[in-house]
């Protein structure tokens, strides 16, 4: 499986930003997609990630409220929209696929990672 993503940027605070990852290569009969973070000098932690069928999704809690985790199965795709970003959102943000329904927070719990994409949110 290749994780493909796209969409990260310079952006002011307050600012939005719409990540996507396209998933491509082996196919799984369910499976859950989404995002986790790393910012410099700290530990790659969780954000957001979403079920096969859309209706579970789980995030960070500094994020509630501001980004949403949404899927497109017919494209393989996951987006995650970011909205009154701030400066401490700024981050690489990696696309993760998890071979197993149900979600996780844990980094440990998601076998494929794309390659990262940076945001950056500053003025």
């Known amino acids: 499986v290749q994780l493909q993503a796209s969409g990260g940027g310079l952006v002011q605070p307050g600012g939005s930003l719409r990540l996507s990852c396209a998933a491509s290569?082996?196919?799984?009969?369910?499976?859950?997609m989404g995002w986790f973070r790393q910012a410099p000098g700290k530990e790659r932690e969780f954000v957001a990630a979403i079920t096969w069928d859309g209706g579970s999704a789980y995030y960070l809690d500094s994020v509630k409220g501001r980004f949403t985790i949404s899927r497109d199965n017919a494209k393989n795709t996951v987006y995650l929209q970011m909205n009154s970003l701030k400066p401490e959102d700024t981050a690489v943000y990696y696309c993760?696929?998890?071979?197993?329904?149900?979600?996780?927070?844990?980094?440990?719990?998601?076998?494929?990672w794309g390659q990262g994409t940076q945001v950056t949110v500053s003025s």
């Open positions: 290569g082996r196919t799984f009969s369910s499976y859950v």
């Open positions: 993760v696929l998890r071979v197993f329904p149900n979600i996780v927070t844990s980094t440990t719990g998601y076998l494929y």
